[in-house]
T-cell receptor, first 114, second 115 residues
Framework: EAGVAQSPRYKIIEKRQSVAFWCNPI?????LYWYQQILGQGPKLLIQ????????DSQLPKDRFSAERLKGVDSTLKIQPAKLEDSAVYLC????????????FGPGTRLTVL | AQTVTQSQPEMSVQEAETVTLSCTYD???????LFWYKQPPSRQMILVIR??????QNATENRFSVNFQKAAKSFSLKISDSQLGDAAMYFC????????????FGAGTRLTVKP
């Protein structure tokens, strides 16, 4: 069974530029999560989708971050404009449903903002 | 709000020995899940072991076991017969049983295994 796929693996941009990350969850998983992991910290949830609807985006900085999950499968996370403090690893995870308690993680995208 | 604390930023163990990683959490809920995730340098988080709060029996997965003390809100991970491949960051995580899914992670413990 294929795991959660993410691209790109690495991205370097200058501040005020925009960037987008892509995630393809495990086939059949209805719930998709985006986490931000700053160096030296544990992951922090940014947004959770159930199919193509947003369940929780309370910690998403909506003035610069946006995410969508069209057709309830793939998802993209965008940052526009980027700030230095956005440098982090962005992890995507998926689970069969919101009630199922195991999340499967992708390899993450390491973003460096200069 | 639920918080998860890992008080050991770094731990070291000799190969084949046993090591225990500590985790405490704060919650007013009675139904929840606890997890230990491993994150190697490849960055992919891998579930090591999980515990449902309503179960009194400590979870075990091969060389990995937990010591779950609900009253003390403590959830430590014991790794027996440590192997070089166990070297990684280990994260303790908490999740309410009936929540939409927000998982709270600790800051992590970096485990080094010495040959």
């Amino acid at each position: 069974e294929a795991g959660v796929a993410q691209s790109p693996r690495y991205k370097i941009i200058e501040k005020r530029q925009s960037v987008a990350f892509w995630c393809n969850p495990i086939s059949g998983h209805a719930t998709l999560y985006w986490y931000q992991q700053i160096l030296g910290q544990g992951p922090k949830l940014l947004i959770q989708f159930q199919n193509n609807g947003v369940v929780d985006d309370s910690q998403l900085p909506k003035d610069r971050f946006s995410a969508e999950r069209l057709k309830g499968v793939d998802s993209t996370l965008k940052i526009q404009p980027a700030k230095l403090e956005d440098s982090a690893v962005y992890l995507c995870a998926s689970s069969l449903s919101a009630g199922f308690n195991e999340q499967f993680f992708g390899p993450g995208t390491r973003l460096t903002v200069l | 709000a639920q918080t998860v604390t890992q008080s050991q930023p770094e731990m070291s163990v000799q190969e084949a020995e046993t090591v225990t990683l500590s985790c405490t959490y704060d919650t007013s809920e009675s139904d929840y899940y606890l997890f230990w995730y491993k994150q190697p340098p490849s960055r992919q988080m891998i579930l090591v072991i999980r515990q449902e709060a309503y179960k009194q029996q400590n979870a075990t997965e091969n060389r990995f076991s937990v010591n779950f003390q609900k009253a003390a809100k403590s959830f430590s991970l014991k790794i027996s017969d440590s192997q070089l491949g166990d070297a990684a960051m280990y994260f303790c995580a908490y999740r309410q049983q009936y929540s939409a899914g927000d998982m709270r992670f600790g800051a992590g413990t970096r485990l080094t295994v010495k040959p």
